[in-house]
């Protein structure tokens, strides 16, 4: 029992320790492509609820990946989520989304990560995209309705700062 302990003491103190932070802006929502699950319009409450778990989502991922000393300003400049809305398909009263293949997740992102007053990594209007979002692993739930823009962004994440 207490080999095990100490094995489990001596890899928690090997791992990094992580707590990094984000700030995420979303700039001119009103212009975004498609950032509204029921496509209703730039004003709605679906698209402050987008956003607002889009930022959650961001955060969370930099609280788990980046280290404590490390932030991350995000700007959003524009959301296209996976799908389409087809007004003549309709459940319940509502539009539908229909998600193919060729509509797959999209954002426009400028992006500077700082370590104190050192920028680590920076990029200014970075498309992100998953081409292949139908196809594989997604570990979010299908009943979540932003689980292809969240794997998204996962990948990028990793791809960006994770493997520095």
Same mark, same amino acid.
């Not at 992006?111 to 104190?116: A, E, K, Q, S, V």
């Given at each position: 029992?207490?080999?095990? @302990?100490?094995?489990?003491? /001596?890899?928690?103190?090997?791992?990094?320790? %992580? $707590? &990094?932070s984000?700030?995420? =802006?979303? +700039?001119?929502?009103?212009?975004?492509?498609?950032?509204?699950?029921?496509?209703?319009?730039?004003?709605?409450?679906?698209?402050?609820?987008?956003?607002?778990?889009?930022?959650?989502?961001?955060?969370?991922?930099?609280?788990?990946?980046?280290?404590?000393?490390?932030?991350?300003?995000?700007?959003? @400049?524009?959301?296209?989520? /996976?799908?389409?809305?087809?007004?003549?398909? %309709? $459940? &319940?009263?509502?539009d539908? =989304?229909? +998600?193919?293949?060729?509509?797959m997740?999209?954002?426009?992102?400028?992006?500077?990560?700082?370590?104190?007053?050192?920028?680590?990594?920076?990029?200014?209007?970075?498309?992100?995209?998953?081409?292949?979002?139908?196809?594989?692993?997604?570990?979010?739930?299908?009943?979540d309705?932003?689980?292809?823009?969240?794997?998204?962004?996962?990948?990028?994440?990793?791809?960006?700062?994770?493997?520095?």
């Amino acid at each position: 029992m207490l080999a095990s @302990l100490a094995v489990l003491a /001596a890899l928690a103190a090997a791992g990094p320790a %992580r $707590a &990094g932070s984000a700030e995420v =802006r979303f +700039v001119q929502p009103e212009t975004y492509r498609d950032a509204n699950p029921q496509h209703r319009g730039p004003d709605s409450e679906a698209q402050a609820a987008v956003q607002a778990e889009l930022q959650r989502h961001l955060e969370r991922l930099a609280q788990q990946r980046l280290g404590a000393d490390e932030r991350l300003a995000v700007q959003v @400049l524009d959301i296209d989520l /996976a799908g389409e809305i087809e007004p003549w398909r %309709r $459940a &319940g009263g509502q539009d539908l =989304r229909i +998600v193919r293949d060729i509509t797959m997740p999209r954002m426009t992102l400028s992006f500077t990560l700082t370590r104190g007053s050192d920028v680590l990594a920076s990029g200014a209007q970075e498309r992100v995209t998953d081409l292949n979002f139908l196809r594989g692993f997604n570990r979010y739930s299908s009943s979540d309705p932003l689980r292809y823009e969240k794997a998204m962004l996962d990948q990028w994440f990793d791809a960006r700062f994770a493997r520095r």
